[in-house]
């Protein structure tokens, strides 16, 4: 999807279809084709609904929701929402504002008087908004070492977030998202109520838009009954492991509902768009930073285009759940995904909406697979390999490996990728997309990535040829994280290595950083006994030599 450009719209939408217009009648029955390799209950899948004229006209079912007993997926079948339950918690929020009973602007410290002291002057509006600059719990947990499978709760990352010595920016100045902004919303919330933020979730946002079964479960390792497991397959052993969710922190994440629960609420906030709602006005308002730019994302809402549309919407991943809701104000179409096999289910949902609603859309639908015949000689091939800087702590390299162009970037690791021009490449199964500019002779200097998120543009840094004698090594310790990495020369490649994980090798880059691209992890040395350590979500963990 494309980023959101105006700010006007938001101000003049229209919730629901023109009386002009004729209703929108989706042939539910086309929705099967798209998830066929779904079909069954030898592998997990997905749940759908699509909602349209202000009731949920389809929903259709795919896969395992248990492999071991061979139950489907049905209609009830209830999934973790992974991170669209910030919408839902965005939701609560706005509601709790609207009765007087919570202030959006208020510091943190007002509701937690002992917040983190970095973050007593954060506000909750900042922190929905991914503005906050609080560092990600989620991220800073794989930093430590700490293992998927170990339980985790609201004290556990409460306990992370204290550990912390700064914010990864001023709050305001910039965009970057947080999971634990939306934590810290909705401990305040409980405590400017004294009410769990479960039963606040249920009277401000379950309860009115109908959802019967949806929960939120905020105790590490429980999910409501008739839960779909998560799985994640392995590709040498071509078998589907179990992933146990452990995880019982609120806010950014485990609520839980069907598909068919997720498409009302959906219909429910677009009713309240219709009615010039307040709540759902500020969900959808651009953040604004401190020098007044605007971002492509509101409250618990990405802001953004589908073939000339305006949506709403938002994805999740949560163990192997897989999450999106898709909300087309103009049209009063929604649109949700569930799956619970790890697999991205956005490129399926875009689908949908191309299949059942073609005509509604002004722009042709994006090509999803390469151009046929499209293949790169080696000389384009060299143009675009090479390593290229987002910020400190995101990078991408392209690989040439055989036949088969590799992009390394956090998120997804490794991805293969298929040339559909000279420019422009793409993962088909997850539209990742990125297109390269600024050709300076033999190579491109930009690319920019499309497909998770606001488009991301970087810039290429080239690799260094300092001697690796010259680099410092040794142990150092992390007060922030409560963890040691030891660097070391191993093959003749600067590596991080930590108790029980594979040693992580580093690539010197020209400007002084160390990188490794899948995970987005960064190294800049302070001196010979101190470095900063970055990532996508987290800047500047300080780690000193240990002694």
Known sequence: MRRFASTTLFLLLGACVSSSEQPLQPACENIAPIFADFAGTDNPGFAVAVAVNGEVQCTQNFGAADLETKEPISDATRFNLASVSKALTAWAATSLSASGEYDLDAPLSRYLPDAPAYARDVTSRQMLNHTSGIRDTGTMYIMAGRSASEPISNTDGLALLHRQAALNFPAGDRYLYSNSGYLLTALAMEAATHRSFSSLTQQLVFDPAGLTGAAIMDTPGSMPAGSAKSYVFDGEATVWHLIPHSAGTVGSTNAYASAGDLAKWGLHFLAAMREGDARAQQM????????????????????????????????????????????????????????????????????????????????????????????????????????????????????????TILVAVDPFGMLPMEAVSDTELLHAPSQVRISFSDLDGTRFNSMTLTGVGPAAEARRVDVSTSPVETIPTGAFYSEELGSEYELAVLDGTLSIVMAGQPPIPLTALDNGRYIFAPFGLCIEFESSDSFLLSTWRVKNLKFTRRE
């Open 284 to 403: 959808v308002a651009p953040a604004r930073l401190n020098d007044g730019q605007s971002v492509a994302y509101g409250m618990g809402l990405e802001l953004t285009q589908y073939r000339g549309q305006t949506v709403f919407m938002h994805s999740g991943s949560e163990s192997g759940y897989r999450s999106i809701l898709i909300l087309l104000p103009e049209k009063g179409i929604v649109v949700t995904v569930l799956g619970n096999g790890s697999q991205r289910p956005q490129p399926l949902a875009e689908k949908v909406l191309d299949v059942l609603f073609d005509d509604a859309f002004s722009e042709p639908a994006p090509r999803r697979t390469p151009s046929p015949g499209a293949s790169l000689d080696e000389q384009a091939v060299a143009r675009l390999t090479g390593f290229y800087e987002f910020e400190a702590g995101r990078d991408a390299q392209i690989i040439h490996e055989g036949n």
